[in-house]
């Protein structure tokens, strides 16, 4: 079974300073990965994924995220916070079954102070 | 281009109550559908999908269902609301293929009262 692994549940930067959000998953087989970003009150929308290709994924809004098999990871960044990072995020696996079921972490609530 | 309705955006029941939330694709044919639901600190969690109409899978028991009486409908069913089926529910739809990512309409707000 795959799963997903976003430690503590809220983090909190000054604006310009630099967003790590940490992801780690489980799979058994290589996986696609996602990032997802949801507004208050919103629907999700799709940061960036991975899917085989380049390992450095560059996503919206000047994120980024990195696979590391070796680390089984796939932290998100983003060099400078700007206050409209002010979100929800979370990092899915999917089970490339042809189903697409998405396997979603419990989310990072991301905080920018001015 | 490809969009997703769902309604309502919020909804007040009384428990014991019955409910129907309904989800809409347009731009697209034969989409793979999900019904996500979202509780505080508990991240999402898909409920049920569909990969075509009629076809509907289960991920965990619960007092919920789902049905696809069309290709681009979807629509999650409850005969008697219970307190803990409060939460924000999410539709979502992907085109298939492995790779591609989903699509996630704006929720409904769900409080059972």
């Known amino acids: 079974a795959q799963s997903v692994t976003q430690l503590g549940s809220h983090v909190s930067v000054s604006e310009g300073a630099l967003v790590l959000l940490r992801c780690n998953y489980s799979?058994?087989?290589?996986?696609?990965l996602f990032w997802y970003v949801q507004y208050p009150n919103q629907g999700l929308q799709l940061l960036l994924k991975?899917?085989?290709?380049?390992?450095l994924v560059k996503g919206i809004n000047g994120f980024e995220a990195e696979f590391k098999k070796s680390e089984t990871s796939f932290h998100l960044t983003k060099p400078s916070a700007h206050m409209s990072d002010a979100a929800e995020y979370f990092c899915?696996?999917?089970?490339?079954?042809?189903?697409?079921?998405?396997?979603f972490g419990k989310g990072m609530k991301l905080t920018v102070n001015p | 281009s490809q969009t997703i309705h769902q309604w309502p955006a919020t909804l007040v029941q009384p428990v014991g109550s019955p409910l129907s939330l309904e989800c809409t694709v347009e731009?697209?044919?034969?989409?793979?559908l999900y019904w996500y639901r979202q509780a505080a600190g508990r991240g999402l969690q898909l409920l049920f999908y569909?990969?075509?109409?009629?076809?509907i899978s289960s991920e965990v028991p619960q007092n919920l269902s789902a049905s696809r009486p069309q290709d681009r409908q979807f629509i999650l069913s409850s005969k008697k609301l219970l307190l803990s089926d409060s939460g924000f529910y999410l539709c979502?739809?992907?085109?298939?293929?492995?790779?591609?990512?989903?699509?996630f309409g704006q929720g409904t707000r769900l409080t059972v009262v």
């Open positions: 979502a739809w992907s085109s298939g293929g492995g790779n591609t990512e989903a699509f």
């Open positions: 799979s058994s087989v290589p996986p696609y």
């Open positions: 991975y899917t085989s290709a380049a390992t």
């Open positions: 899915a696996v999917s089970d490339r079954s042809g189903s697409e079921k998405l396997v």
């Open positions: 731009g697209t044919s034969n989409p793979n």
């Open positions: 569909s990969v075509g109409i009629g076809q």
